[in-house]
């Protein structure tokens, strides 16, 4: 493999990690505000928060595969609490309160992440086995970044098993299409709302403990992934899982070469591509009217 091949090649896969973490975040803001019409701009907060958890579990264990393991649950627990006990009561409000809400939560996580480690930026360690680089076709890439592929994959998969071959994933894609037929067959519907609720948060702190050896864990980390978040909502098309993956794989591809190749221009680049296919197809890739 030539050395300019190699480049390409480097920076495609770069660009598809970074993509695949982008869709681990957007796919559970995609079941939020997607599929539940809950605009909760709380959700990148709780992915700087998982990365967080992660370094503390990290320090008192020394073991990344059980912060991997806690972190995620710990900001689901606290996404759950806050589907409970808040988002319900300012649901009659409409999006006017949850963006209030939602806001004020997301400053109240990072005064306290603040509070709690410091403003200064703190470093985890990627785990032995994922250290050092693997070469294929004379290129050496780290394991690192393909591992946080391979795990995305792998989350998207046990994800749309759950959304469409099981009871489950039944019973919650109905309640989110008609929600009172669904609450008359004796389901419980606000359970329903609150388990989705959650796996959208738990999504969100897998991927704020995958990224976290990559960008390192600071108060801003949640500000610098989650409007592109967002954007990948918007484009792909509310309540789509398969365009947040084919839009975020393309946003990680657009960020990984355009910083190689128009640095100058790589900030807007997404913006640019949400705008053309916004004239286009206002709705998202994959979005349909009401």
């Known amino acids: 493999m030539s050395p300019t091949t190699a480049m390409y090649v480097s920076q495609g896969i770069h660009g598809l990690a970074y993509g695949m973490i982008l869709f681990l975040l957007a796919s ?70 949850e963006l209030i809400l939602t806001v004020g939560v997301s400053l109240v996580i990072l005064e306290s992440v603040k509070v709690f480690w410091g403003t200064e930026f703190l470093y985890i360690t990627i785990p032995p086995v994922l250290q050092g680089l693997v070469s294929f076709g004379g290129l050496d890439y780290p394991i690192y970044r393909l591992f946080v592929i391979g795990l995305s994959l792998v989350v998207l998969g046990i994800l749309a098993l759950i959304l469409y071959k099981t009871r489950l994933g039944m019973v919650v894609r109905a309640a989110v299409s008609d929600a009172d037929m669904v609450n008359s067959l004796g389901i419980n519907v606000p359970l329903v709302f609150m388990f989705v609720f959650g796996t959208g948060t738990w999504l969100a702190g897998v991927a704020g403990v995958a990224i976290a050896p990559i960008l390192t864990v600071f108060p801003g980390l949640g500000d610098q992934v989650g409007l592109d978040a967002f954007m990948v909502v918007v484009v792909g098309g509310f309540g789509s899982l398969g365009g947040a993956l084919l839009v975020s794989i393309i946003f990680g591809l657009l960020n990984s070469y355009g910083v190689q190749f128009v640095s100058q221009l790589a900030p807007v680049l997404m913006f640019i591509f949400m705008a053309i296919v916004l004239v286009i197809k206002p709705m998202g890739l994959f979005g349909e009217r009401e």
């Open 28 to 97: 559970g803001l995609t079941l939020i505000f997607g599929m539940m019409g809950i605009l909760n701009l709380a959700h990148a907060a709780f992915f700087m928060l998982a990365a967080y958890f992660c370094y503390q579990v990290l320090a008192m264990t020394g073991s990344f595969w059980l912060a991997l393991l806690i972190a995620p649950i710990a900001a689901a627990i606290f996404g759950v609490l806050l589907e409970r006990f808040l988002l319900r009561r300012v649901h009659a409000f409409g999006h006017i309160g």
